[in-house]
């Protein structure tokens, strides 16, 4: 069986699903696709499946909020950005692909198209990106929470979401502190 | 009471909190005719805090739904507040079986945002580290795997060799186990005089206790019927569901990331990746046993070239690392890099990075975001166990509770690494 | 009758039952097999032959919360975990103790933020803290001995 030699990712997918394509950034010998969220299930399964491309693997899936604490989003086309770390074992190439999405004018969650259906590793990434950052993959068979308790309320990594650190004690403050601080006696 | 009126008069309705489980679990839980059994978060065989929702027909398992986050600490939203030297330490307490590998992963993500070279020294350094890391994780991993299937003495005579290198690793960081010694960079500081001979010194001794070890375990008929068969999952299943490490190269696929895309200098060493052939407990267990042996290879080569390796222990760009405490006396700069550095940090492009390498247990990938200023706007690791608890369902279908103990030691699950 | 005949001119050995109670006590107190994170592997380790635990008499984890006397906090507790903390505490059995093992179980540790208990002392009230991160075997042996001197000072009065 001839394998095909590897093909450039990008040009790939600007010449197959030209409606998809929005940008692409190099960085540090790193390449990563910016794609249409509602058109992101099209881009996976074309990487997964064509022939010179074969992104078999699925690395990572990170979300990052782009909320500034002064206010705004800095120079994002979005707040949210959901970034597919994959790979091709053929060819031994690394890709990134990303899509950026915003909340709902009417403050519900973003929502990006789940890649369950092309990598089964997808599962349980998108659930933690779903837990943390209050990203909604619609697709995902499962919309529970993963880490955090399931009764728990807002998403611990969005920028706007506190710390929730108790003030460090010190000789001028620990009784204020110790008032307030629980103690089991039995 | 016959047996068959006991389960007519049982619940016919489901009762309890566990509402948004029904769809995730058969029919016949509902009705009672199978048992939902909780087993952990506190278990001793599931190796750190996992619950797992087992769905029992008698002692056969039809549905494991694993529940994670009983470790979730919010290291990453932590290191979002901390500066990039400083969530070195952070990165140290995630897969605390292998510390010095999240370190690296995490520094070489940092390296790889600023454009910051390591030299050579320093990159040999960091493979002994590495490799002296993974033969420690994988003796742990081989004792609490034997003693989940009753094989108590090789985990005593596991932790006796693991105090070695702890030893080793208390010698250059100060620390047994959560050193932070690979910094951005490079290393910490030098090698003492002392740590070569006794890094030799080990390594001479280290092979027969792995022969001891494959002498109680690898012909033994106990241990052959617990683990062969045990536990198969398909090459293919393996790596659509994101496996990675020995548990994907049990199954025969042959991915090591230190041979695939080799970092810190790994192109210049000779070693054998271990593969499996069926895919189950017993093959996973045979590579992990090779690998140690490999590793030793790897570390007398590395012993090797480091009298010859150029440059120092930690990078020259003062931009970036500390100047040594000697220069500060009769240098002005050193004194403002070091002023800036310890107060304020370096900063790091608003741009994304990913770097993935070969811990102990498979996959480490480090995502980190820069902000321009000097912490990070996001630091993600995908972690090699949480894709790996992820398929323990898949491994575990028809199979008993007590294959489950040897699925769960067999793929060697860190809830710290999968918790975060 | 075997007894004195064996210690021979001693005769009789006098103590008060309350010595003789906290010192049977503190012969053989079996730790909770309860491992959280990384100072479990310590623990781990303090248990291997280097640092024998056996000495102590705990080299016995018991995995049942009924049949343990100690439990040592090894590792964070989450605000998920705390629940489940709580109740294997509540399932031992008196007396019981507590041994806060690292800076995690005492005050929260490293971690600071939004998901860890600040010190387990906040859930179950606890009898020793053992400092470090994690802490080394000897330290952790240091806080059993001191527990057994806490032990041996306890009245009946209070617990009867």
Redesign the interface.
Known sequence: MQIKPAINPVEAVKAALPSAFITVVEFAGETTLVVEAAQLVAVSLYLRNTAGLIYNFLSDISAVDYYEPTGGIGDRPARFGVSYHIYSMLYNNRLRVKVYVDEGDDGSKPVVPSVVSVWPAANWLEREASDMMGIVFEGNPDQRRLLMPDDWQGHPHRRDYPLGYETVQFSFNVEEIMKHKPVAKE | MTANSALENQATEWVGSLD?VKN?VTERALTGETMLLNMG????STH??LRLLLELDGEEIITCLPD???????????M??KSYEKGV??TD?MD??APMSNNAAFCMAIE??V?LDVPERAQVMRVICLELTRIQSHL?WL??HAIDLGAMSV??YC??E??KI?DLFEMISGQ???GSYIRPGGVWRDFPAQFVPDVEAFLDDFPRRIDDYELLLTTNPLWLDRTQGIGVIEPDVA????FSGPSLRGSG?N?DIRK??PYLGYENYQFDVPLGEHGDVYDRYLCRIHEMRECIKIIRQALKRLPEAKGGFRSDNRKFTPPPRAELGHSMEAVIHHFKLWTEGFSAP?????V?IESPRG?I?C?L?GTGGNKP??V?F?TPS??HI?GIPLMSENHMIADLVAIIGSVDIV??DC?R | MGVTQKLGDLGVVTTTLETAINWARTGATWPLLFGLACCAIEYMSTQGGRYDLARFGMELNRASPRQADLMIVAGRVTRKMAPVVRNLYDQMANPKWVIAMGDCASCGGVYNNYAVVQGVDEIIPVDVYVAGCPPRPEQLIHGILTLHEKIMGERIKDWA
């Not at chain 2, 978060?41 to 001793?44: I, Y």
């Not at chain 2, 608003?350 to 990913?354: F, L, M, R």
């Open positions: 948004d995730l978060p506190h278990h001793p750190g805090v994670i986050g009983f470790l979730h600490t919010g290291i990453e939203k932590t979002e507040s330490t952070c307490r605390y079986l790889k945002l454009g742990v004792g609490t985990f005593l932790f006796r693991r105090e702890l047994r186990m959560m790596l659509a569901w994101g696929v991915w695939a895309t608003n741009q994304e990075v990913y993935a996959e990938g995502y975001h706007r996001r993600h995908k949480f894709m992820q809830l710290g918790d």
